[in-house]
């Protein structure tokens, strides 16, 4: 978690830096020893997870890489490269498999998709996920005064029981004897337990977009906290609405936070597999479950390998599209 | 001498959470700081279903070793294989007559030397025989557990017609919507032809293009119907008890634990067929421990103690004849699982597939169940 700096403190170290570095960009020549030896020294501290990075995530992508390339026949594995896995997601079919009314000329559709369904899911959920917590971390910012760490170690709570637990707990209050259902029964609003909470992709949308909230709302705290109040009394002093100044100062200024809170909650959702597993029945289904499904079941690991490379970029494309498309460039010009 | 203080203490119940959480956490860290250097033998691993895991059916086991082995759940035989092949060190598998196939010719099955089991001589010898406990000649499987698999519902909440002439038909009925489970298996698809009027005989080795229209028609159909697809039987036992579903694909432990529990249930025997299937335990050739653990597990699961706890507790029958002798009479009448020759001749017993086949229904089954809308 990002270490809790009151306002001031957060606002004197931004400036002091601001100030220091102008001093340091004449640096010496490349050949200075002293230079040298302050730049290994960085790569002394960066090590243990340089090695950790390439142990536990470089290692394995090559070796899943590797492995979309072999082919899988029955129990035999051959480890010839061939395409002949991404060739299998991308042949077509005369045959069009409609799906939501979008048209699949695919001979294997299903990868496609549920790659198209897992996106729009997760989609949602980061909407979601951003609705619910940029208004909390607003209010953290700009309302709350006293014992702000209380508040932050508040936000932690749910992470503090196992993940599998919290998605068990949202089968209990989505279930058909549960907390929502015998409650609204209570009531005498209903008198059949509701069954559409349960089982489908609303359910795994709604357990995500708990489950993530706070990753999201402590990146966006962090950037609305940064915002120099002065900025937003001029802005009110020249005239502006709240709602103006809202809109011309604080949302575009904390848009790098936001930003990398929607990111941090997108990209892993796309590819989770415990959610719709367990609250999303089989129309809740995801990417992550054929290649599980792959995985495990239908003992294919190279087609699975290569149904999660395919992810893994068409994931990539996207944020860097989006990066693209609202010019984060020049937000990042702008702040430095 | 502070250790066993420390005992005393605790079971007089004087010790504080805080000196028990602080104990606990000494003891994590220090296992995860020591090596594993006084560990000789290699405990034994066992790729169970969900439920088996419970001492009460391997307690002779429990008894000479000290200790439960480890154990790995899975919720069909194809993922358990799957985890097999991909590298997991198991000893013993727990396979049923229609998939211990599969084990063999994935080449991690090892024959059983039947002289090693104590208790062989008294398992019925129809499932001694019998394929699947045979294959290629050799003895692969120790026939442990048999049963069915078959239609249970709610008499409360179906239809008084539908006890008199029960049919898997409301799987694929839209009528049953959200009311129904089926279990997460390709059998969705064999059921659906059948239903359809194809035998069972013509529908487990369904392939290729027959295989996809029968997905087409009948699985997508069942997906739809079915408010989830039960994968351990637990999920399933509550949702019948609750009256979330009214009706379930299910084996006898649903109806022994619901009956346990008060709540109305049939064990139909649909006019398709109902399924008998007999499962047992397979020494795979993949494992570490000791081989002698391995056959003291298996042994201690054909035992009629075994049984008597098969039979009182989940309504199952047993291979060891001797357990009929000790169980509770009133529980096998109950049950109707007196004879395992009986029970086959008069429902459809579970065949296996070939790899082909069994193959294209993974992929298909996987297919239906993810193009759902």
Not at chain 1, 225 to 251: C, M, P, Q, V, Y
Not at chain 2, 111 to 136: C, K, M, Y
Not at chain 2, 287 to 298: H, R, S
Request: proline share 5%.
């Amino acid at each position: 978690m990002v270490g809790y700096q009151g306002a001031e403190g957060l606002t004197s170290a931004v400036t002091t830096a601001s100030i220091e570095r102008p001093a340091e960009r004449p640096a010496g020549p490349r050949s200075d020893p002293a230079v040298i030896r302050k730049r290994l020294a960085g790569f002394g501290l960066l090590a243990p997870a340089l090695v950790l990075m390439f142990m536990m995530l470089a290692l394995p992508v090559v070796a899943l890489v590797l492995m979309s390339f072999w082919t899988q026949s029955g129990f035999e594995l051959d480890r010839s490269i061939s395409l002949e896995n991404y060739r299998q997601l991308v042949a077509p079919s005369d045959e069009t498999t409609w799906w939501y009314g979008i048209p699949f000329p695919l001979a294997y559709p299903v990868p496609a998709i549920l790659m198209l369904k897992s996106l729009a899911m997760s989609l949602v959920a980061t909407i979601a996920v951003i609705a619910v917590s940029y208004p909390m971390a607003y209010f953290m910012a700009f309302r709350v005064t006293r014992h702000k760490a209380l508040w932050i170690i508040l936000i932690t709570i749910p992470f503090w029981t196992s993940y599998l637990l919290r998605v068990f707990s949202w089968k209990i209050v989505l279930g058909f004897n549960g907390a929502i259902n015998s409650g609204l029964k209570a009531m005498g609003l209903i008198e059949e337990p509701l069954e559409f909470l349960l089982y489908n992709p609303t359910a795994v949308v709604i357990t995500l977009a708990h489950a993530w909230v706070a990753f999201a709302i402590l990146p966006i705290y962090v950037s609305l906290e940064k915002i120099d109040r002065n900025l937003l009394e001029a802005a009110s002093d020249l005239g502006d609405s709240r709602l103006k100044r809202f809109f011309r100062i604080t949302l575009p200024l904390s848009a790098p936070g936001t930003i990398a809170a929607s990111l941090l909650v997108f990209i892993p959702t796309v590819g989770d597999y415990v959610t719709p597993a367990l609250v999303g029945g089989p129309g809740g289904t995801m990417i992550g479950s054929l290649v599980q499904d792959l995985f495990l079941k239908q003992n294919n690991a190279p087609l699975g390998a290569a149904v999660s490379i395919v992810m893994m970029l068409i994931i990539a494309v996207l944020v860097l599209l989006f990066l693209w498309a609202i010019g984060y460039g020049k937000l990042r010009a702008r702040r430095s | 001498m502070q250790r066993i203080k420390f005992i005393d203490r605790m079971s007089q119940g004087k010790v504080s959470r805080r000196e028990m959480m602080k104990a606990a956490t000494a003891f994590g860290v220090g296992t995860l700081v020591l090596p594993k250097v006084a560990n000789a033998a290699e405990v034994l691993t066992c790729l169970e279903w969900g439920g088996y895991d419970s001492a009460d059916y391997f307690q002779a086991y429990v008894d000479k070793y000290g200790a439960q082995p480890n154990f790995s759940i899975f919720a069909g035989e194809e993922d358990a294989l799957a985890k097999v092949l991909a590298g997991f060190a198991a000893d013993v598998m727990h396979p049923c007559n229609y998939s211990v196939a599969r084990f063999v010719n994935a080449g991690v099955a090892s024959e059983l030397d039947t002289s090693r089991l104590s208790h062989w001589n008294d398992v019925f010898p129809a499932l001694q025989s019998a394929e699947g406990v045979i294959w290629e000649g050799k003895t692969v499987m120790a026939p442990a557990d048999w049963g069915n698999s078959s239609l249970a519902f709610r008499p409360d909440l179906m239809p008084a017609e539908f006890a008199e002439d029960p049919t898997w038909a409301i799987f694929y009925d839209e009528a049953y919507k959200g009311k129904v489970a089926m279990n997460d298996n390709e059998m969705a698809i064999i059921i659906g032809a059948m239903v359809g009027g194809m035998p069972y005989d013509e529908a487990y080795k369904l392939e290729g293009a027959a295989l996809e229209a029968a997905a087409k028609e009948w699985g997508a159909k069942a997906v739809n119907v079915s408010r989830f697809l039960w994968n351990d039987s637990s999920e399933v036992q509550q949702a019948m008890a609750s009256g979330e579903i009214v009706a379930c694909y299910a084996w006898n432990d649903l109806v022994a634990n619901l009956r346990a529990e008060g709540v109305p249930v049939t064990f139909a025997k649909p006019k398709e067929g109902m399924f008998t299937w007999f499962c047992g335990l397979t020494l795979l050739n993949t494992g570490k421990a000791d081989e002698q653990a391995a056959y003291d597990f298996i042994d201690a699961w054909l035992s009629p103690e075994t049984g008597k706890a098969l039979i009182e507790g989940s309504g199952y029958g047993h291979a060891n004849m001797k357990a009929f002798e000790i169980s509770d009479p009133e529980a096998i009448a109950n049950m109707g699982i007196t004879d395992p020759v009986e029970m086959m001749k008069d429902t459809i017993v579970f065949k296996t597939p070939t790899d082909e086949v069994q193959e294209g229904f993974n992929k298909v089954w996987s297919d239906t169940k993810a193009l759902k809308g």
